[in-house]
């Protein structure tokens, strides 16, 4: 099908048009919040477009975590305690405009750091304009292997930091689970996925890798444009090779559409997992029944032992009468992080900021966070299943909150 403009910079990572903006960028001039007064962050999020379900669980996680610092007093820096903004501007869900937001932030609105969109499609992009102008940025949302392929030569990430799961582990999880679940099925599996970044990855070559190593064949590995709307000769090959597995890659809207499509093609597969677009709340709310028994990567529930993580729930549903994702813990986690890095510091200064995040250390709402050399932390990663509306952690047993299901027949 034809892709317009628009939707081929996002299959491309717009990251051509990112590269020459940051190259034309000029050093980030000194910063509003070099004084004592108040200190602004900054951030471009999908608020619109086709991962605007993700960006608004993102806007609040960070938004959530300024509030708290703000109601204590202020962020402590130095000898003084400090009041901290947050600007956030909407990238629609194109890496350009997240390029070009990336760019107002440090050079109009004077920002001492930054956090990172969503997905590497549009975390990439804006990650590329902060570590040119030597801004900090801390993000989550970025899987790890797709961040660290983008990594800027020579000299890699300098100023950029991610905190998010490992696709060798998001596509082992499934697997996993129905080992462990002792699942009978024919050891045939069918993938789909897209052409962006991660999509590539994950079902081009971790999943088909995953899959041999499980001992299952890979009956069909179909990609598709990323913004594909028709997906019905796919499914028709998927169900004409008999595959009782089914792994999905895609966008939300496009994750929607092929569950549609699969029940009307009479395809019943035993497992489904739909990775990326199955994850938001949106997802299943658009789906209802039928994404009952679809399996998705997580990496945090609300169960987790970690400080905080029982109420953050609590706390987001309350407030916004909806749903919670697991995108508020990682989202609240790096902005904890670089506000903790700043106080750290004992500075706004970029340099001294940047030198503190190497060295966090420290369990969170989403987990421990410890960077490594490659500027990442990773998360251990849990299987999701959707169940009744809810997700439920079905892998592995010491995290479990519901009983694996097979996808129901009807």
């Known amino acids: 099908m034809a892709i317009g403009s628009r ?25 509003s919040s070099s004084g004592g007064g108040d200190i602004t962050i900054g951030a471009s999020l999908p608020l619109s477009g086709p991962l605007a379900g993700f960006g608004g669980f993102v806007k609040w996680g960070y938004q959530h975590a300024v509030d708290q610092v703000n109601a204590a007093g202020g962020l402590q820096v130095g000898s003084s305690r400090r009041h901290v903004n947050l600007t956030v501007l909407d990238d629609a869900t194109d890496p350009n405009k997240v390029s070009a937001n990336t760019d107002t932030l440090i050079s109009k609105d004077h920002v001492t750091a930054l956090l990172g969109s969503c997905t590497p499609a549009l975390v990439i992009p804006g990650a590329i304009v902060a570590n040119r102008n030597r801004v900090p940025m801390v993000t989550g949302c970025a899987p790890l292997e797709a961040f660290k392929s983008q990594a800027p030569k020579p000299g890699g990430w300098q100023y950029v930091w991610d905190v998010f799961f490992d696709e060798p582990d998001l596509a082992a999880a499934p697997f996993q689970t129905l080992n462990t679940t002792g699942v009978t099925t024919n050891k045939k599996v069918a993938i789909l996925h897209d052409n962006g970044p991660d999509g590539l990855v994950v079902g081009g070559q971790i999943w088909p890798a995953m899959a041999k190593a499980n001992g299952y064949t890979v009956a069909l590995n179909q990609s598709f444009p990323i913004d594909n709307t028709q997906f019905n000769s796919f499914i028709d090959a998927a169900k004409a090779s008999g595959a009782d597995v089914l792994l999905i890659d895609s966008l939300t809207p496009q994750a929607v559409t092929i569950r549609k499509q699969i029940s009307a093609a009479g395809y019943h597969p035993k497992v489904i997992v739909a990775e990326k677009g199955g994850e938001p709340v949106q997802f299943a709310q658009a789906l209802g029944g039928l994404a009952n028994g679809v399996l998705v990567g997580g990496y ?52 001294k900021v940047n030198d503190a995040l190497s060295k966090t250390d420290k369990t969170y709402v989403v987990g421990p966070v410890k960077f490594d050399a490659s500027h990442t932390s990773k998360l251990p990663m849990v299987e999701l299943q959707w169940q009744g509306g809810a997700t439920k952690v079905v892998w592995p047993a010491d995290r479990k909150t519901g009983t694996f299901e097979l996808v129901p027949s009807s």
């Open 300 to 351: 945090w529930d609300a169960s987790f032992p970690y400080p905080g993580a029982s109420t953050l729930r609590q706390q987001y549903e309350q407030q916004t009468g909806q749903t919670y994702s697991q995108h508020i813990a990682d989202s609240d986690t790096v902005t904890q992080v670089l506000l903790d890095a700043i106080s750290t510091a004992g500075s706004t200064d970029a340099a």
């Open 7 to 31: 939707r081929r910079a996002i299959v491309a990572l717009g990251l051509a048009g990112c590269l020459l903006l940051a190259a034309g960028c000029s050093k980030k001039s000194s910063s």
